[in-house]
T-cell receptor, first 115, second 114 residues
Framework: GAVVSQHPSRVICKSGTSVKIECRSLDFQATTMFWYRQFPKKSLMLMATSNEGSKATYEQGVEKDKFLINHASLTLSTLTVTSAHPEDSSFYIC???????????FGDGTRLSIL | GENVEQHPSTLSVQEGDSAVIKCTYSDSASNYFPWYKQELGKRPQLIIDIRSNVGEKKDQRIAVTLNKTAKHFSLHITETQPEDSAVYFCAASKGTGGSYIPTFGRGTSLIVHP
């Protein structure tokens, strides 16, 4: 089946640090990747959608300068949380889709803790 | 935009009982409805999906039904087992080309008591 790898799984860092999270589709080409944020016992909150080679589309209320997304190839998308603060602490999950109205396949998520 | 409502938020059943989770959607153009299972601290995993040209789909103990007229779809789990305990999310999406942006329900925490 389709495999999506997300790294790192856990990050603990000081306030003001920028953190990069990688999302890779290992056995398929992901024309679209999604980035979600999930709070404890809450649903998946879509942050942005990225298509390979084009700028990401951010959801309302998500700061594009704060959460930089790059989808440089059909197998890799990155999310960089710039100058992270404690309120950015959360569980971030990426997902990838081969194309059209196909199922998404999720990464394992990244637990980000900002001290 | 699309709005997906999911009920109940918590469902507690005894092992061997059936569990039903229901979702409604607002956009009649939605045509793809996946269900995901997320165990604590793990990734959501697709367990079953249905498209709008089908009314029901079954995979062993799991089934999904879709009523396009009423704009609701449901997940049915029969003969529940403790390992079915998890949070289940429904989703709805529509679009053409690469524009399928899924909208997720708020999730249902299923607890199966041994």
């Amino acid at each position: 089946g389709a495999v999506v790898s997300q790294h790192p799984s856990r990050v603990i860092c000081k306030s003001g640090t920028s953190v990069k999270i990688e999302c890779r589709s290992l056995d398929f080409q992901a024309t679209t990747m999604f980035w979600y944020r999930q709070f404890p016992k809450k649903s998946l909150m879509l942050m942005a959608t990225s298509n390979e080679g084009s700028k990401a589309t951010y959801e309302q209320g998500v700061e594009k300068d704060k959460f930089l997304i790059n989808h440089a190839s059909l197998t890799l998308s990155t999310l960089t949380v710039t100058s992270a603060h404690p309120e950015d602490s959360s569980f971030y999950i990426c997902s990838a889709r081969g194309g059209g109205n196909q199922p998404q396949h999720f990464g394992d998520g990244t637990r980000l803790s900002i001290l | 935009g699309e709005n997906v409502e999911q009920h109940p938020s918590t469902l507690s059943v005894q092992e061997g009982d059936s569990a039903v989770i229901k979702c409604t959607y607002s956009d009649s153009a939605s045509n793809y409805f996946p269900w995901y299972k997320q165990e604590l601290g793990k990734r959501p995993q697709l367990i079953i999906d249905i498209r709008s040209n089908v009314g029901e789909k079954k995979d062993q103990r799991i089934a999904v039904t879709l009523n396009k007229t009423a704009k609701h779809f449901s997940l049915h789990i029969t003969e529940t087992q403790p390992e079915d305990s998890a949070v289940y999310f429904c989703a709805a999406s529509k679009g053409t080309g690469g524009s399928y942006i899924p909208t997720f329900g708020r999730g249902t925490s299923l607890i199966v008591h041994p």
